[in-house]
């Protein structure tokens, strides 16, 4: 036997196909569990398009993990391909918007996604144009090309502005396009976030509004079941994916890091060597999830931001859940770590701003409470995220620091 044989292993003993369990992997025709009604919804509002007329405007809310995305973009291709059938000439320009948060970075993808240079003879260089232009070509492109084109704007909250919005929005009325039909998709995890929008944008581009709710177990059970083919056979433990499903639906109903449970409880059982991934796993597989969806919220907030929600985090590991802690008090702890820190302190007014920020992204929750007449009212502040894991992704940042 040659020496190689015995040094490496060459098949993987847990994962046949991991990619099923990659997020990005999107689920083929007829496997988007439990989003039927959804489907139909968003399909109504945007079927004028294959007859060639204005789609509605929708906004799509729903906490992160309910399938917004996947929906909007399904019944997107299906629109483009019945269109087609009808004669009308459709496409759609998908725009990640915490990835393209200014107005020019947002038109510049859309101007792209819907180009063909070699048909149009319009090029829309990555940068260097003025806003302004990026706009004309996008005008001419779709006039050029298309009957009717959705955008998809995900993650509309990360915008920078309304700016791209308002344009979009009146594009048609303000004669900017003539020929071409056009209708905005917008899609966000923040129910409040029409309430920052300018009453013009608002009117015309929440013509439709649409609330995934959460899965429950039974869907989440059947999402991981679909991608059971991501291992071996007999490898996964009959209780491992009813357990995983339990567990997220109780948490979040959220389907993302429900698949995420799944992949990290089979990479607990390949780093051990266990030739099974069994329901133990999940427990463990859940925290890592967790920390990592915490990672990925913080991502780019300022030390000071930090320090605000490493405040909370010790109030609530030491003096239990309660319902929440007062500003002064998470003030306080606050000054307490930026001492800590050898860093100033900002201001009270300037760290209410921060919690308000938190709360916006869901990492806390925010409660007013009347004191009666001597205290007047005040706001009570409560993490959302568990203490621990709070305090873990934290100080793990400060040692990378
Ligand atoms: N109904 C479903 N059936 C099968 N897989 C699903 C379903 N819903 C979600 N998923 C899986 O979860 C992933 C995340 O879903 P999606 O991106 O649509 O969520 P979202 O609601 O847009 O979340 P976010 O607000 O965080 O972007 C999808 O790429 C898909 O892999």
Known sequence: MDAADDLFTREDPIFANKELL??????????????????ADLATAVNPAI??????????????GTGKSLCAKYVSKRLVSTASEEGVTATFAYVDCAQDTTETQA???IAEGVNDPEETGINVPDKGLSTSTYYKRLWRILDQRYDVVLILLDEIDKLD???????LSRAGEAGKITDCKLGVVGISNKIQYKDRMDERVKSSL??????FPPYDANQLREIMQARADAFHDDVLEPSTIPRAAALAAREHGDARKAIDILRYAGEIAQANGEPTVREEFVTQARERAETDRFRELIRGSTPHSRYVLQALALLSLSNGR????????????YENICRQEGSDSLSLR?????????????????????GGSAEGSYTKHQLLEDPSVVKEVLTEDDAEA
Do not use: W
């Not at 929440?206 to 609330?211: A, G, K, L, P, T």
């Open 107 to 109: 038109v510049q993808t």
């Open 22 to 39: 990659e997020i990005s992997h999107l689920p083929g025709e007829g496997r988007i569990v439990g989003r039927d009604d959804e489907i």
């Open 206 to 211: 929440c013509e439709r509004e649409f609330v």
């Open 350 to 370: 300037r760290v209410r701003d921060l919690l308000k920020e938190h709360a916006f992204l869901d990492i806390i929750e925010q409660s007013k409470h009347s």
């Open 161 to 167: 502005d309304d700016a791209i919005l308002m344009q």
């Open 322 to 333: 309660q319902d929440g802690f007062r500003t002064s008090r998470v003030y306080e702890i």
């Open 51 to 64: 007859f060639g007329q204005s789609p509605s405007n929708v906004l799509i809310y729903g906490k992160t």
